[in-house]
């Protein structure tokens, strides 16, 4: 039972970081390649806040959620002036210039990262891997929550007006620059959050932990799932987390393995598993019209 609570564990928190990214490009059509960096800005606030000056992790959490976002700002104002590839390419920088700055920083532990974070306590005690599930699927709930709310008003509505078409939309009086920061912001908190999240449930932390791979792997989950669909990531987070497990043999080859997903995907099935216009979706609706004539 240990062995699927600490799957369950990881599968939710990069679920929370991967819906983060959906919102982001999903919702707002909006390039974002760097997530794994504003995963591991998060990480280090709350271990360094915890750690170093004694923040309960109940505080350290939510601020480490709050600077993740106050970064995202920033690459959404960047992002005011640059589209598709000029911004993928940005964004992949961001996440060099973070991992080096993980590395060579001595706040951030060096080449030896943060060891000893603390996990959180519940009236007093500490909590266990069970204990820590139920914390970390509170918090998923609530991104997803969160998330369908956003799809569903005046925010989502401006998101994929921005996503078909940027021009139409400023046409249409839609702040095109107000709502690609809030895009940007907002996928980048939870990816904070999902960052400290797992920090503390690891208790160490280093550089390599938030490099551009795990970018990728990210990303990877997002579109397996669906861009646009928050179930969609859920789904495509467990389907990357347990890939690896049952193909274990192939592990070091698994950002080939990533990599040719994306390049099938993007080729084949851009909607992905359970997108708008998938196949899987388009199937159900055929058997289900069948059923509902029969």
Known sequence: MAYEVVLLIVISIYAI???GLNITMGYAGQVNLGQAAFLGIGAFTSAILTKTFAV?????????GLISMLFGIALGIISIRLREDFLAITTIG??????????YYPLFGGSFGIIDIPRPYVFGQKLDDT????????????????SIWIERSWMGIAFECIKQDEYAAEGIGINVRKFKVIAFSIGTGYAGLAGALLAHYKTYIVYSDFAFPVSIQI????????L???FGSLLGSAMIILLPEIFRPLLQYRMIMYTIMLIILLKFQPQGIIGKGSFLIKKLHQILQEEVRS
């Open 94 to 103: 961001i996440n060099f210039i973070a991992e080096s700055f993980f590395l």
């Open 17 to 19: 970081a991967a819906i």
């Open 56 to 64: 309960p992790f109940w505080i350290s959490l939510p601020l480490a």
């Open 219 to 226: 990303l990877t989950m997002t579109v397996l799932g669906g």
């Open 131 to 146: 204990g820590y599930l139920i914390i970390v699927l509170i918090i998923l709930a609530i991104c997803i929550l969160f």
């Open 228 to 230: 646009g669909n928050v």
